[in-house]
């Protein structure tokens, strides 16, 4: 295993120990590599990399501490990823978003409320029949966001925002470029927020299935 790595697995091992907890600041540089067994450069290095995956927090001047470790935070690294690759790394979001988002919508139809569904509705009703792209765009995501949180998984909500944003230019595409897009989009959003409101969670699933796989076979086929 080369020293890096080992120092990294290390430090993961005290953090999942709870020998080191969120905000917890780690001992000096000096200290921490002997009570390791490390070398300072290793473990310089590790830290240099958990740092990127927002595990620690180096602050200058004052020590490195163990981030908050919320799920959003660790699941930025993802989206930094995403950001720099438009082309597989995109098709596979969408793949990844075909599993989860049909789970989290038929659980959100087992718990969703009354005061949920309202909001959903009065979200569709204000878009229209003939919303604009980015209008539509803007409110596909402010829907799917809505239904992960009813599905009362806070981890799921997380993984699911951080696929979902960096898939925002591939929907605008295929909203000006594929014919009957935007009453598609609408039809199935208003399918999908029925069977939420019959809390029919096998008929949301599969409308959810319906609406990203719809999606992810045209990205898949385009040029």
Not at 49 to 69: E, F, K, M
Not at 80 to 86: A, E, K, P
Request: hydrophobic content about 45%.
């Amino acid at each position: 295993m080369p020293v890096t790595d080992e120092a990294i697995g290390k430090i993961k091992e005290m953090i999942m120990s709870g020998q080191l907890r969120p905000g917890d600041k780690l001992p000096k540089e000096q200290d921490l590599a002997e009570q390791l067994g490390l070398s300072r450069n290793s473990l310089r290095e590790a830290v240099r990399a958990l740092s990127l995956l927002n595990i620690l927090h180096v602050r200058q001047g004052d020590g490195t501490y163990v981030s908050s470790l919320e799920a959003g935070l660790l699941l930025e690294a993802v989206t930094f990823i995403l950001d720099f690759h438009h082309d597989d790394t995109i098709l596979q979001a969408f793949q990844v978003r075909a599993i989860l988002e049909p789970a989290a919508t038929a659980l959100a139809a087992q718990r969703i409320g009354e005061e949920e569904l309202a909001e959903l509705y009065g979200l569709l009703d204000a878009l229209g029949e003939h919303p604009g792209l980015e209008e539509l765009v803007a409110g596909d995501l402010e829907f799917h966001s809505k239904i992960a949180a009813a599905s009362g998984i806070p981890l799921l909500c997380s993984m699911l925002e951080t696929i979902s944003g960096p898939t925002v230019r591939a929907r605008v595409w295929r909203g000006l470029t594929q014919e009957e897009a935007v009453p598609r989009t609408l039809a199935e959003h208003r399918a999908i927020l029925d069977a939420l409101a019959l809390h029919d969670a096998e008929a949301a699933r599969a409308w959810a299935t319906v609406h990203v796989s719809g999606v992810t076979r045209w990205l898949g086929n385009s040029p």
